[in-house]
């Protein structure tokens, strides 16, 4: 799949009937609604375009519904780490190509930590449509352009919200969190008192944590999954021993 085709009518034609195809025959699509990748990790406005090819054969009567499962993904450290800090840091995106992947095969002996993996909820947009809209009998995407845009639109972002509601918080996020609000450096034993801190709070809420140890060997198993972006200093003081403090080398730790 092309990343852009809009000024290629042929090819947009060909795509959009090969999708429908796809979902006539109930084959599984697997997409990303963002569409690309965020380089701060903060959730992307979702894109529009596959999904409303999808729903085709739906108001089409083709497929009687359209089930959607949205799969949340939650990295502890992403491969472009430090790319994408030089970019927030102004540096040019560095493009992809054949002898970059060359390059790049040392990193696949590299240690990029766990990835939790999160199915929600499926969402059926025909219930969708019955449950979203009660209050609105005359809603009807089906034989409305401008109803179905709306569906398209609402659905999405009910997509999106499910996915961030399926996110799972990982050792990296909460270390990279209290490391970048000690940009001077924090003790080893604070971070550890921040994280069980941290760790306690966000329970509370209910959020799902994605490590099952103690707060002390979270700090030492997260350290080492960002030992390139913070870097540990010995800080002496006149009454007491020497002691480790870690701090920020990047602008950015995702």
Known sequence: MRRGFKEDVLYASIFSEYVQRLVADWSPIEFFIEGKRSRTGKSLHPKFGLLSTCMEPMFAKTVPDLVLVPISLTYEKVLEAELYSNELQGEQKVKESFSGLLKA????????????????????????IKTRYVDNPSFDPFNNEVHRKRLTTDLGYSVAESLNEGLTITKTAILSTIILAYRRGISHEDLISKVEWMRDDMSGRGASIAYEGTSKNMVVDGLALLSNLVQKVSRRHRNRPSSTACRVTCGVIS
């Open 105 to 128: 095969r040392s990193i696949l002996k590299t240690d990029f930590g766990r990835v939790n993996i999160m199915p929600n909820v499926p969402i059926s947009v025909v219930q969708y």
